[in-house]
């Protein structure tokens, strides 16, 4: 698909003026193929995507961009970070700030993505499993873990192990983890 854009960078974008910066509102009309090209972004108070907003990946599958905001709403429009047939190869951090006493958008609430007859589409690099099971317990301040299966998982990647059940307990809600792989 081929599709005329205008990059993030580029000050025609913004009417020739400059590119938003910290508490701005950005307003992706429809029509308008909004191409991020920056590696960050100011935080922006809302981002309403009637268009599209694209995240293209580097070249450089380390490269990171980053994309902040308080809320993003895609109304009609699209959010696309790779596609399945051409996957975000680079990394992406995308933050939504925001605190319990923030206002809320109707139905959506605040801190949040929220989405009415749009496309949200985000692919990433395919992983093989998406996701596998403890072979053994894990418990509260293990350094390893074995899995019923063998995993592509990287050095330097985070996991996240969940208890199981949903009758947490105090001891169970501890148990949520995010482990750094460090090891080869």
């Known amino acids: 698909m081929f599709r005329y854009v205008n990059y993030w960078?580029?000050?025609i974008t913004w009417g020739g003026e400059f590119a938003p910066i910290e508490g701005d509102m950005v307003a992706?009309?429809?029509?308008?193929h909004l191409l991020v090209d920056v590696d960050s972004t100011p935080i922006l108070s809302a981002v309403v995507v009637e268009g599209s907003l694209i995240f293209p990946p580097?070249?450089?599958?380390n490269h990171v961009r980053?994309?902040?905001?308080?809320?993003v709403f895609i109304k009609g429009g699209t959010m696309e970070v790779g596609t399945e047939d051409f996957p975000y190869t680079s990394k992406l951090i995308i933050t939504m700030h925001s605190?319990?006493?923030?206002p809320e958008i109707p139905i959506f609430g605040n801190k949040v993505i929220a989405m009415y007859n749009g496309v949200l589409d985000i692919h990433?690099?395919?992983?093989n499993p998406t996701w596998t099971m403890l072979e053994t317990t894990s418990h509260i301040g293990s350094k390893t873990i074995t899995l019923m299966r063998d995993v592509d998982w990287k050095v330097g990647e985070r996991i996240v192990i969940a208890p199981t059940g949903y009758n947490n307990t105090e001891a169970e809600e501890k148990a949520i983890v995010a482990i750094d792989r460090t090891d080869p």
């Open 9 to 11: 960078s580029d000050t």
């Open 28 to 32: 992706i009309p429809k029509g308008l």
């Open 58 to 61: 580097s070249a450089d599958p």
């Open 66 to 71: 980053t994309f902040d905001a308080h809320y």
């Open 99 to 102: 605190s319990r006493d923030s």
């Open 124 to 127: 990433g690099v395919p992983r």
